[in-house]
């Protein structure tokens, strides 16, 4: 009878461990065909941002600056390139502006002098919404980078 209890206890634990390594190689597998149905291949985006002001906007009334970013947001796929060709607008003695990401793993810190600009490549290679400032105008040249997952 002991004999007969100590082969029922060792089926029953190799057919617990059958059980487990179905479901870890399952559980594999599957993740696995999940990224090959991802047919997304990434694209180059040129993004053209440029350096703006609020029309009739009273400084001192509300508090803050008038300057703000155009356009309103930066969205991209995961996996894309976005070529970011940041614009100074401002006319000689203005002021400066800035293209500032603190949160990894996007961040840059560009600064133009008025009229100048520069061209950052960002590798949108984490899915995420991902705030851009400029240092110089709080809180109004606050936007989002926005990298969203392929949807196919
Ligand atoms: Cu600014």
Redesign the pocket.
């Known amino acids: 009878m002991g004999k007969d209890n100590n082969k029922i206890a060792l089926l029953i634990s190799i057919a617990s461990i059958i059980i487990v390594a179905g479901y870890v190689i399952s559980t594999v597998t599957s993740n696995t065909s999940v990224h090959n149905t991802s047919s997304y291949v990434g694209v180059k985006r040129d993004i053209f941002l440029f ?1 703006s002001e609020m029309a009739e906007f009273n400084e001192t009334r509300m508090g803050m ?1 008038k ?1 703000t970013f155009t356009p309103d947001t930066i969205s991209a796929y995961k996996g894309d390139t976005l070529v970011i060709h940041f614009f100074n607008a401002e006319a000689e003695g203005g ?4 293209f500032t990401i603190y949160s990894k793993p996007y961040n840059v810190n560009i600064v133009l002098d008025p009229g100048q600009n520069k061209t950052v490549t960002i590798n949108a290679n984490t899915t995420g919404i991902y705030q851009y400032i ?4 709080p809180p109004t ?1 606050t936007r989002h980078l926005v990298v969203l997952e392929p949807t196919k």
């Not at 002021?95 to 800035?98: A, F, G, L, N, P």
């Not at 400029?134 to 105008?137: A, I, L, Q, V, Y």
């Open positions: 350096t600056p300057d002021d400066k502006h800035s400029c240092t110089f105008h040249m």
